[in-house]
């Protein structure tokens, strides 16, 4: 079987989709369609199913992928490291959102790289759930941190860990607020700034929807699409912002932030570990997976 054609049809099956299989491989979209018709016909089955937006592989188009892409991709990991050099490094391409990335996992992946660990380069690369799960999808990750767990066979999730919220303020609000927060719950709130990441708020209407059920009715006055920045903003005595335990951790127990509430049953929210199915097969990725979960087992 031609290994060009397996590596066209594990793109679509990736990518969902002739039009985006194409431009990944560089290819037109005739070609590409061309050469799965080739395959199916070699197989004697269909691997896709033709739908008004993009492609759904059939039982025998998923299996085939399961089984033929972790060995594509050890060939082009092998292409790419190369032969003769003994002294290149595999690398590995991880991707996630920025804050929890560069506070959690880099740290943690960083003790495989170099000649002391496991021997491989370490490349990262900051985004959304979409984004990062669509880009493992693409072939251009090898190991995805998410909020959302993917659906469907092709990727394969992990849970990695859950992170607590905490509603918090300078201590110049908790002054300004009393004892109305106690009595009054959300209604307390209603004049205090909200600092953010996005102008929907989606920690703050999280927490509000979890603890209080109701909707935030302040708008938000600071908005920073990074949550270090939502940190640093609440510091200064911006608002009140809604924020992972572990990144205002030390700023609580220095008195630059206070926790404004202590709910019985505190918001949650969960990270996954996301593969591409079958990728686990290949040694770099499979240890950096089980370093990062290991690593998370102390992160609570």
């Not at 290819?27 to 937006?53: C, D, K, N, W, Y």
């Not at 992946?109 to 496991?118: D, I, M, P, S, V």
């Not at 992170?163 to 205090?192: F, T």
Request: charged share 20%; proline share 7%.
């Amino acid at each position: 079987m031609d290994l060009a054609l397996l590596r066209t049809f594990v793109t679509v099956h990736r990518a969902g989709s002739f039009t985006r299989a194409a431009a990944l491989l560089g290819l037109s979209q005739p070609a590409v369609t061309s050469q799965i018709r080739t395959l199916e016909r070699q197989l004697g089955r269909p691997l896709f199913l033709r739908q008004a937006r993009g492609v759904t592989p059939t039982t025998i188009g998923d299996e085939l992928a399961h089984k033929a892409a972790p060995h594509l991709d050890a060939l082009v990991e092998i292409t790419e490291t190369g032969l003769d050099d003994e002294s290149s490094l595999r690398s590995l391409h991880l991707a996630g959102p920025p804050e929890f990335t560069a506070e959690r996992a880099l740290p943690a992946l960083t003790e495989l790289t170099g000649e002391e660990g496991q021997g491989f380069a370490l490349r990262a690369s900051f985004g959304n759930a979409e984004e990062t799960l669509e880009g493992l999808a693409a072939g251009h990750h090898d190991l995805a941190i998410s909020t959302a767990r993917p659906r469907g066979g092709l990727l394969t999730a992990t849970t990695l860990c859950d992170e607590m919220h905490v509603l918090v303020a300078a201590p110049q609000w908790v002054d300004r607020i009393g004892s109305g927060l106690r009595h009054k719950g959300a209604h307390a709130l209603e004049d205090v700034p909200v600092v953010e990441v996005h102008e929907s708020l989606p920690f703050v209407s999280r927490y509000w929807a979890s603890v209080y059920d109701c909707r935030p009715a302040a708008p938000g006055t600071v908005i920073v699409p990074d949550l270090r920045a939502v940190l640093a903003c609440a510091v200064a005595g911006a608002g009140l912002a809604v924020l992972p335990r572990y990144l205002c951790a030390a700023a609580l127990e220095r008195g630059d932030v206070v926790a404004l509430h202590d709910p019985p049953v505190p918001p949650l929210r969960t990270y996954f570990l996301v593969v591409r199915t079958g990728t686990l097969a290949m040694p770099h990725v499979a240890r950096a997976h089980e370093w990062l979960l290991r690593a998370a087992s102390g992160w609570a």
